[in-house]
């Protein structure tokens, strides 16, 4: 029985030491003199090149990563030129010698020459050169924490993807990334190898809001104890198994010059690297007995023993033990003094005692008390024979059930701590400081409800900003400002309570439009950027010969040509609309008066015969195609309700983008300038049916206005936008039975601008 107590007892002791030493793995913490700190750009929102859908997204979840982690970080989103050089700047202030610095960039990159640029929202593609004087070399950024003698620098770079020049058909850079060189103390990490595309997703199915390279890149990021050079390896390992299910190739391009160890998170027996931030300092652990203290524990309580058997047990444990040399002569000498004893059952612990005598009811009280397995039990029976022969036995037993209590309070408090880290929240934290006050996890909660603090005022700043933006007016953006003088916005509201403090003053109608479709008329980009109009005069005479060809239109006598004059005149009204006077002298119409806000909208119509119209709706008004530039993209939804007929009711619909730049005096010798090729198409619904149109119109920058809108369409088939010149014609062809073709040869086209 005592040979069986021993083997539990000593391997309690064991099992107690690996519960304990779990309990405290990756808490250590090491003081440092450096700082953490990371910039994080995330960039979607392109106006001239193709949107991405994963930057932002991505972004969001490294700044979180990397605060969590201990780093103090800058996170921005969709950076213009100005923000972006500005981030860099600030970035670069912070970081000093013996600083770890993180910098993070997705969005879109790309490679002239030998260099690299990363790209800003607002980036034009007019040139190679123009695209170098307003992006940012990826260089200039390595550089920079180098003069600042960053101790380490690992630059993250998730900008390999299709050339982004490539949809404007202009050769500007290629495909992927050049290799880069990294500076000592400096690792860059690309999401690709040189001339491979990084995925944003595996499948139209696949869910995950972040990048393939980046989720994998999170989740290694977590593990405790390893260092950044085995972190990245398996990232590369993982983003090549998981390109290759997809059939794609993808391997992460990695150029070290660091030095010494880096930890994103420490685990226990890791040395941390100077600088390392894994939780604050000075948290206090139970002191955890190593194996070496549970054997010199055992053998203090055994050593008096003279119970052979004991030392027994011990070698069985420790057969290489310390003291192995000593229990061995115990045994020996204990032997020589009792010849019986290893012939007596190893099961009873009782030994053969004479009846009545003091042995045989110590054995009778052991026999008890170790039954019976409780804690007081043995207290009493040391009380009793504090020299008994089952001393060292007892003295195991009351430490394992010491053992034992404390274990389960060390998992109390681990179960309490779970609890509060799995709730995040000021309360939960709190209801574990008021139950363990000098807890071994109490030194984070400073840290902990500051960084709550931080991401409640974070959440308010970006609710208030959102609120801010869907008002879309001074006003809101003023209170933002006011409210976060330093914020994460701050630059952008700047901008737009400027922006929409310039908000135009509205036309005089001689009709009413509703104060719902003026607000969402301002607070679009679409109608702030509009250029201001030029009063316009364009005058035209021409001969018009129709032609029946449908097969039952063809026996129709065929008319007489017809002379017909037409004149338009565009009148500005305030900053962005014009009012379109147009006089037909075959017309039962006479004149008729259109309310346009450049290419926008109709905000309505009035004509002599009483058919007039007005806007009723906008249901959608996204984009804006100004200031001019290539990609540039604007689609519009609205509804313009006939006052005199409901019958005529239509629901507008267009959507617009900026396809290349030319001269206009290849579109007509007298037009001078820059002149924008705009593709459109769109519908018009009306009494059920629907209409639909596209077409080629041009933005003549000269006159502030639209081909289309002193121009003629050339004819119905390819819907090209031209302004005729003496001798030329146009042609609106109608097909069907009853098709007809209607041939207008000019003999004079002209206009006219005022001031």
């Excluded at 030095?259 to 300092?281: D, H, N, V, W």
Aim: proline share 5%.
């Amino acid at each position: 029985m005592q040979h069986l107590l021993l083997v539990v007892t000593i391997s309690l002791f064991f099992i107690q030491s690996s519960v304990l030493a779990a309990d405290n793995r990756g808490l250590a913490v090491h003081s440092t003199s450096g700082k953490r700190v990371a910039l994080v750009i995330g960039n979607d929102s392109y106006k001239s090149l193709q949107a991405l859908n994963n930057a932002r997204a991505d972004a969001r979840s490294i700044a979180r990563a990397l605060e969590q982690a201990g780093f103090q970080v800058t996170l921005r989103l969709d950076t213009d030129l100005s923000t972006l050089k500005a981030s860099l700047r600030t970035f670069k202030s912070q970081v000093s010698g013996g600083d770890e610095a993180v910098f993070y960039y997705s969005g879109h990159g790309v490679q002239l020459a030998a260099s690299n640029y990363l790209l800003p929202v607002d980036i034009r593609s007019d040139s190679e050169e123009q695209v170098k004087d307003d992006a940012v070399p990826l260089q200039r950024v390595l550089d920079d924490l180098q003069e600042q003698k960053a101790r380490f620098t690992l630059a993250i770079v998730d900008a390999c993807r299709n050339n982004p020049f490539k949809q404007t058909g202009r050769a500007i850079g290629g495909r992927g990334l050049a290799p880069t060189t990294a500076a000592t103390g400096q690792m860059v990490l690309y999401s690709a190898g040189t001339g491979q595309q990084a995925l944003d997703r595996l499948g139209n199915n696949d869910t995950n809001p972040n990048g393939v390279f980046t989720r994998i890149f999170l989740k290694e990021m977590e593990r405790q104890g390893v260092s950044v050079s085995e972190v990245l390896r398996s990232v590369r390992e993982e983003v090549v198994e998981m390109a290759k299910t997809v059939g794609h190739e993808q391997v992460p391009a990695l150029y070290d010059q660091s030095l010494g160890t880096f930890y994103f998170r420490r685990g226990e027996g890791r040395p941390a690297a100077t600088g390392s931030r894994i939780a604050p300092p000075d948290v206090k652990a139970p002191a955890v007995r190593t194996a070496s203290q549970i054997e010199e524990d055992l053998w203090v309580e055994i050593a008096d023993s003279d119970d052979a058997a004991v030392f027994r047990e011990y070698l069985k444990q420790y057969p290489k033990g310390r003291h192995a040399s000593q229990a061995k002569v115990k045994i020996a000498k204990l032997k020589g003094r009792r010849p019986l004893e290893a012939s007596r059952p190893a099961q009873n612990p009782v030994p053969p005692a004479s009846p009545g005598g003091s042995d045989d009811n110590e054995a009778s009280l052991w026999k008890a008390v170790d039954g019976g397995g409780l804690r007081d039990d043995y207290k009493v029976y040391l009380i009793q024979y504090p020299k008994g022969r089952y001393l060292a036995l007892a003295r195991a037993r009351l430490k394992k059930f010491d053992d034992e209590a404390t274990a389960a309070e060390v998992k109390k408090e681990q179960e309490a701590w779970a609890d509060a880290e799995r709730d995040n929240s000021e309360t939960a934290y709190q209801n574990y400081i008021n139950r363990y006050p000098s807890g071994k996890y109490a030194a984070l909660i400073p840290s902990r409800l500051s960084r709550l603090k931080t991401e409640t005022a974070v959440r308010e700043e970006e609710t208030q900003w959102k609120n801010a933006l869907a008002s879309s007016t001074s006003a809101a953006m003023r209170g933002y400002l006011e409210k976060y003088p330093n914020g994460r916005h701050v630059e952008l509201a700047r901008q737009k309570e400027e922006e929409y403090r310039r908000t135009p003053t509205r036309p005089v109608l001689p009709f009413t439009v509703s104060e719902t479709v003026w607000k969402t008329l301002e607070s679009s980009e679409a109608y702030r950027n509009l250029p201001r109009p030029r009063p316009i005069s364009v005058t035209s005479h021409s001969t018009s010969q129709l032609q029946y060809t449908g097969s039952k239109s063809r026996t129709l006598a065929t008319p007489k040509p017809t002379d017909s004059s037409e004149k338009k005149e565009f009148m500005p009204l305030g900053d962005k609309c014009y009012a379109m006077n147009n006089t037909y002298s075959y017309s039962d119409l006479a004149t008729s008066t259109s309310y346009l806000c450049g290419n926008v909208l109709n905000l309505g119509f009035t004509t002599k015969s009483g058919s007039n119209g007005v806007i009723e709706s906008i249901d959608e008004l996204k984009g804006s195609l100004f200031p001019m530039q290539i990609g540039a993209q604007q689609s519009v939804r609205y509804k313009l309700a006939n006052t005199k007929n409901h019958t005529y009711d239509m629901v507008m619909t267009s959507a617009c983008r900026v396809t290349d730049r030319g001269l206009a005096k290849d579109l007509h010798p007298k037009l001078t300038g820059v002149a924008w090729k705009v593709q459109c198409q769109g519908s018009n619904e009306m009494s059920g049916k629907t209409y639909p149109h596209i077409s080629d119109d041009y933005f003549i920058e000269d006159l502030s206005i639209f081909l289309s809108a002193i121009g003629q369409m050339k004819d119905n088939l390819d819907k090209k936008m031209v302004i005729p010149v003496p001798g030329s014609s146009t042609v609106i062809e109608a097909k069907g039975e009853y098709g007809s073709r209607n041939t207008k040869v000019y003999s004079s086209y002209d206009w006219t601008v005022g001031e």
